[in-house]
Every structure is written in C-alpha cells, then in structure tokens.
C-alpha cells in the first residue's frame, strides 16, 4: 500500500481481555518497529523486525506482549490479559528508502491504534 | 543509553510569531536527530532531519533546527507560526538511518489569534 496502516483505529477492551492489533506497513518494506505511545508522552520504542525476524524486542513491557510477522509483511501486536497501564495509541512504522538503497532514515508512522482498557 | 529532553511541555505563541522549540539529547556518538509533529487524530510526520553536514537544516512547513554539538541541542524553528502550526512537536535521535528511535517527551504548542 501507499502509507502504514493500522487496524483497529480503535478499541475498546475489558481488563483481562486480549487484543490483536495489524499493521500492514508500506509495501516492500524489510524492516517494521512498534511504538507505544501512552497520553501525553512520546513513542517509546516496543520492538523491531527485519523481515519475519524479530530483532530486538527489548521496549515490550511484560511477558502479555507478544508480536509476529509471520510473512514479513503484516506484522500483529497481540497483548494478553490487557490491564489499565495498557491503555495508549500503538503506533507501526518503517523506514523509507532510497531509490538506490539504503535507508534515508525517515520513519513513516501509522495513525496509530487506541487502545482503552476498562 | 540515548535520551531526548524536550524542558517545554506547552507554549503558547500569537500567530505569527516567531517559534522556537527547545530539545537535548544525550548520546556518545554522531547522532541522527529528528523533529516530528503530530496533529489531533494523526499519525507522526517528519519535519526535518539532521545527519551530518550544515548543522542548519531546512524542513517542510517553512521549520528549521540547528545543531550544536556543543550544547547537546538540536531546537526548532518557524519564523512566523500560523494557527495550522498548532499541534505537538517531538524530537528524536537514532544511532543510525532506518533505526529505533528515541522519542523526547513533546511540546504542545497552542496557536493564539
């Protein structure tokens, strides 16, 4: 696609229920990073993959987070057992490249999913 | 470990006014510094980056911001803010092109007439 989209915009979740959240990045993209952006703060970083490997996974906050991209494409954030501090806009990106490689070290962002847990 | 300061958390400016951001950062090596905006409802957009070079970098939307190694800063600019400026404005530093990101705290800005 043209742009990183993101779904749900938005959702609504009752603590102790799972959620799954989708990027869809933009196409031919290698590499994807999650950010998690809670009210009133900047993004912070949640995890990184290259390709359908996870790279670094170090910004997931608790064992309940867990990511995939199985085909290197669409990548799901999934959150278990969501809890009240879950609750902040989750953000994809991946970087834009250059025609002749490399990356320019722009990120492009998503709108972002807002997740509210009750 | 990088960080980003962002010391305002709002500022109040009179349209077309002049507009100046502060942001520190800490990091031991070159870094790749980034200024985003983020409108209600909106995704991040980039407004300008540093890498190397001129250390006065020109951005969209009539931005700059110059770095000064010196001072660990890297503070945005507008010369004259008009009221579709208002939105909040975050600084980043990465240690690479296409890498993670390090995201400073933001400063809403708040556009008067």
């Known amino acids: 696609g043209a742009g990183v989209s993101q779904s749900p915009r938005y959702k609504v979740a009752k603590r102790g229920q799972d959620v799954a959240l989708r990027c869809d990045p933009i196409?031919?993209?290698?590499?994807l990073f999650w950010y998690q952006q809670a009210l009133g703060q900047g993004p912070e970083f949640l995890t990184y993959?290259?390709?359908?490997?996870?790279?670094?996974k170090s910004g997931l906050p608790s064992d309940r987070f867990f990511a995939e991209r199985p085909e290197g494409s669409v990548s799901t954030l999934k959150i278990q057992r969501t809890q009240q501090e879950d609750s902040a806009v989750y953000l994809c990106?991946?970087?834009?490249?250059?025609?002749?490689?490399?990356?320019?070290?722009?990120?492009?962002f998503g709108e972002g999913s807002r997740l509210t847990v009750l | 470990a990088q960080s980003v300061t962002q010391p305002d958390i709002h500022i109040t400016v009179s349209e077309g006014a002049s507009l100046e951001l502060r942001c520190n950062y800490s990091?031991?090596?070159?870094?790749?510094l980034f200024w985003y905006v983020q409108s209600p409802g909106q995704g991040l957009q980039l407004l300008l980056k540093?890498?190397?070079?001129?250390?006065l970098v020109q951005g969209i939307k009539g931005f700059e911001a110059e770095f000064k190694r010196s001072q660990s800063s890297f503070n945005l600019r507008k010369p004259s803010v008009h009221w579709s400026d208002a939105a909040e404005y975050f600084c980043?530093?990465?240690?690479?092109?296409?890498?993670?990101?390090?995201f400073g705290g933001g400063t809403r800005v708040l556009v008067k007439p």
């Open positions: 990106a991946s970087p834009s490249y250059k025609t002749s490689g490399g990356a320019t070290g722009e990120l492009f």
């Open positions: 980043a530093v990465g240690k690479a092109a296409g890498n993670k990101l390090t």
């Open positions: 196409s031919g993209h290698v590499s």
């Open positions: 990091y031991g090596a070159t870094p790749y």
């Open positions: 540093y890498f190397s070079g001129d250390t």
């Open positions: 993959f290259q390709n359908e490997a996870q790279l670094d």
